[in-house]
């Protein structure tokens, strides 16, 4: 099976390729027909499974097919539980209208709005949003929801767990009756199933079940170590251990790119993929990476979306993700299908919460590593306590200043006043 073979238009399937898509997933070969074919959708799926490019794909070509006219009306509506993955959807949406006319922005709280509100205003076809910052901007009148064509709620049970119920339920009056809908959860609680039925006609239903967890696929481990000694421990698990094909992943552009500089330097050929790299670029690293030229991609999270490698032997997590459900996106790229694989993630003094997350996302333990050259010191984790505290005391020292500046200044005027 291929996106051809789905009847997805060329445009899209150039972008789909050069993202390193070759294969539907069993949640794309399923959906993606019946929404092109205008029916409304309740997917069951698990994180990790691509139902994002399953419903992005359908949307973008439902309106790239049609003479939209010039109103600057948003025609699609996507609403996630989350800043993080609301920002993945719309950089989703992005690489695969890379050669579409259509425009898509993304909203959401805790961040001013002036940027956000700029694009709505310069117009777009395609909006991703959180539920807060969306029924803010529709109460300052930046937005109208009258010519919406397409609504997703994803991650529904997420959105449940965080309380987001009422929001959706006003955004539900905002929405012209006469749409296509899209509903996706992990789980199906009885709240989700009632809240589907408000939302969606008549659905057809596509359920993704996996024959195993990823975490019972993949072999996983952890290593408590200093955060100045994990180049170190790469290094020495590189050339310890037997890592065939190796993907690292890097919390930020520049951590990846200085990773690769270090593994270079040790004789270690490696590369980056990150946003900052230009598509060729990508595609040569993710080349050379299947070939084999190279034994190590070092990668952000955005950047590995779409890294289709059949025989990955190794993830390691350089940086633990703060959101859960990173860690399994990342890990499940070594547990495809019947395959197995192993992960090995690194962890700070600071990152400890991050693991507690993960392992309560999984509902499982990972095994600690405890006999290895770089174990996190005592010394390591005091330092790295003294550095948070400072950067706390920093943050609350200026705005204590800027307390005390403000309200001389009130003094000031008082007095000129007088």
Known sequence: MTFESLGIIDPIVKALHEQGYTRPTPIQEQ???????????????????????????????????????????????????????????????????????????VIFGGVNQNKQTRALQRGVDILVATPGRLLDLIGQGYISLDQIEYFVLDEADHMLDMGFIHDIRKILKLL??????????????????????????????VEIKPQQTTAERVEQAVYFVG??????????LLKTEDMDSTLVFSRTKHGADRIVRQLNKAKIAA???????????RQ???????????????????????????ELSHVVNYDLPNVPETYVHRIGRTGRAKASGV???FCDVVEKDYLKDIQKLIDERIP???????????????????????????????????????NNKRRNNRRNKR
């Open 343 to 345: 992960a090995m993630s």
């Open 227 to 236: 955060k100045k000694s994990k180049r170190k421990l790469l290094l020495h």
């Open 176 to 205: 012209p009756q006469k749409r296509q809908s899209l509903f996706f959860s992990a789980t199906m609680s009885k709240d989700a199933v009632q809240l589907s039925r408000q939302i969606l006609g008549k659905p057809e239903k």
């Open 31 to 105: 959906s993606i027909p019946t929404l092109l074919n205008g029916r409304d959708l309740l997917g069951a799926a698990q994180t990790g499974t691509g139902k994002t490019c399953a419903f992005a794909v359908p949307i973008l070509q439902h309106l790239q097919k049609r003479n939209l006219p010039k109103d600057k009306a948003v025609r699609a509506l996507i609403v996630a539980p989350t800043r993080e993955l609301a920002l993945q959807i719309s950089e989703s949406f992005t690489a695969y209208g890379k050669y579409t006319h259509l425009k898509n922005t």
């Open 271 to 281: 590369a980056a993929i990150h946003g900052n790299k230009s598509q060729n670029a």
């Open 368 to 406: 600690v590593v405890e006999e290895h050259p770089f174990v996190a010191s005592l010394e390591d984790e005091a330092e790295a306590s003294l550095k948070s505290k400072q950067n706390n005391g920093s943050r609350h020292g200026g705005r204590n200043r800027n307390k005390k500046r403000n």
């Open 284 to 310: 040569r690293a993710l080349g050379k990476f299947k070939d084999g030229e190279i034994n190590v991609l070092v990668a952000t999270d955005i950047a590995a979306r779409g890294i289709d490698v059949d």
